[in-house]
């Protein structure tokens, strides 16, 4: 990551995500437990830990995807409301890009890429068309605008998916596990495309167990476990110098293989 982006994700920027003392609950199964979390404007932040630690219903409690028990959770200092038109507003500024694809299967590429900015935006179909062929020529498939999803491969699809949320002109994207519903040759094309974000300064929450993403392209590393957060750190740190026993036992595990 060049040394301008570092900077401008450092301790002069302002948090654009806040979660104070969020609790969440499925049952008896305490799955977010008293999570507190900042993450300021132009960072980048990934979350791993084990299987059932709670990560994507963290990354869905963010956008109101899943409702929160009680604590406070803020975008660009507004609260996140219940439901109504104020949510669908506030929800236009967090991107979302999940492990299945969640594309329109009857709408071309391009108009999968195009509905949200002409429907919530307002945007005329011509200035919609245009950023969209633009969005799609930045994720490297302009050239399949007027196919239909099937025809695309998973990466592929995955790209158009981040596409679509960047034609809201989000504030924060979230990424619950992009990668992990596609087969091997095509993860690093979706990474790369993460990666390119990043440089750029959007601010990011990714769920993900790509490694080599959050050493690279991370500036924070959030770790946790049974609905904690257990460790945060840098990369370098994380990786060469975990704190917790949970951290160091989930390293040895992923790092050896």
Do not use: W
Not at 122 to 131: D, H, I
Request: charged fraction near 25%; include cysteine.
């Amino acid at each position: 990551m060049d040394e301008a982006f570092q900077v401008s994700a450092g301790s002069g920027a302002t948090a654009l995500v806040s979660l104070e003392h969020v609790n969440k609950h499925f049952g008896d199964l305490h799955v977010l437990n008293d999570i507190n979390m900042t993450v300021k404007r132009g960072e980048v932040v990934v979350v791993i830990g084990p299987s059932g630690s709670g990560k994507s219903t963290l990354c869905r409690a963010i956008n109101r995807l899943e409702s929160i028990d009680d604590g406070n959770i803020t975008i660009d200092g507004e609260e996140l409301p219940a439901e109504g038109k104020s949510l669908a507003h506030l929800r236009a500024d967090v991107g979302m890009v999940f492990q299945s694809f969640n594309l329109f299967a009857h709408k071309t590429i391009l108009e999968n890429v195009t509905l949200g900015p002409i429907k919530v935006r307002k945007l005329s179909k011509s200035q919609a068309r245009e950023e969209g062929m633009e969005l799609l020529k930045r994720v490297g498939v302009d050239n399949q605008a007027e196919k239909y999803p099937a025809q695309l491969s998973g990466g592929q699809q995955q790209r158009v998916a981040i596409a679509r949320s960047l034609a809201m002109h989000p504030k924060v994207m979230l990424f619950d596990e992009p990668t992990s519903a596609l087969d091997p040759e095509m993860i690093n094309e979706v990474l790369d495309v993460m990666t390119d974000l990043a440089k750029e300064g959007m601010t990011m929450i990714v769920v993900t167990h790509e490694m080599g993403f959050a050493r690279k392209a991370a500036n924070r590393v959030v770790f946790m476990a049974d609905g904690r957060i257990e460790e945060e750190n840098t990369p370098e740190e994380f990786f060469t110098n975990a704190q917790s026993p949970r951290a160091k036992d989930f390293l040895s595990k992923i790092l050896t293989h």
